[in-house]
């Protein structure tokens, strides 16, 4: 966790002293060039570590510090010490299993004070990082990608999506000679499914329902979203939609990337 905070500009130290932390707080409050900062405590204190509650009240108060508790199940810390073949902190002279328990005891009180629990048992070293990343890097309406694609619901929903919508309700221009060899993209078939009050009303409500969600999901951390609009073959209403949708959110300022995965073929486009 550390090393993804540190690639994210945070001045990061590993196990500093107790004793040294309140003066770490103050110089990092008061430098500068230092945005933000992190350091690790755990069991490796000792006996010193039962002072730690009463030292970070004191920098809760006069930093505004959070206290971000990692935690994983006895099962994958186990698995974690049987791969890395490494000793437990507590010492050899009991089984890892045991020091883990004593650990977990000794580490409850600070528990008790985290604005943060993360369980990490499922995470492997990449997830971890990735959900640091997405919690704990800057997060704005124009970093955050936005990924807008059609697709046929013959060939499956893309398993990435995040929110999908059906629109398969709205009239289809497959059945129309003339649009048959065309996809949504083409003006004419854009402005043929355009012209139903449907079209019109579920535009409107896709839009307004999207810029409502977006800034929400930005806020818990989401990096990227994919939003996908499905029809029976992904060439004509949802290609159509999904460019319709896209534009929009541009327009409202975000970082939207629009993409068709089942046009299989690029026929004459009317512009």
Known sequence: MLRALEDLGFYSVDNLPLELIPKFAELTKDNASIQSAALVVDVREG???????????????????????????DKAILHRFSETRRPHPLGTDRSVLKSIR???????????????????????????????????????EAKTMIAVTSFGFRKGVPA????????????????????????????????????????????????????????????????????????????HRSVMMAHEIGKNLQQAGYNAKITDRDIVKAPRQTR
Request: charged share 30%; aromatic share 12%.
């Open 47 to 73: 006996k010193s570590l039962k002072r730690f509650p009463s030292i970070f009240a004191g920098i809760r108060r006069s930093a505004g510090a959070k206290l971000i508790f990692l935690e994983a199940d």
């Open 102 to 140: 004593s650990e977990r005891a000794q580490l409850a009180p600070i528990r008790d004070l985290a604005d943060l629990t993360i369980d990490t048992s499922k995470f492997t070293v990449h997830e971890l990082r990735e959900f640091i990343n997405e919690r704990f890097g800057e997060r704005d």
């Open 160 to 235: 990435e999506s995040d929110l999908v919508f059906d629109v398969r309700f709205l009239p289809n221009p497959n059945y129309i000679p003339r649009f048959k060899n065309l996809t949504g993209k083409d003006k004419n078939v854009a402005q043929y499914v355009r012209s139903f009050p449907q079209t019109q009303e579920f535009i409107r409500r896709i839009t307004d329902l999207l810029t409502f969600l977006l800034p929400h999901y930005i806020r818990e951390g989401k990096s990227y979203l994919t939003i996908s609009f499905g029809c029976t073959g992904g060439q």
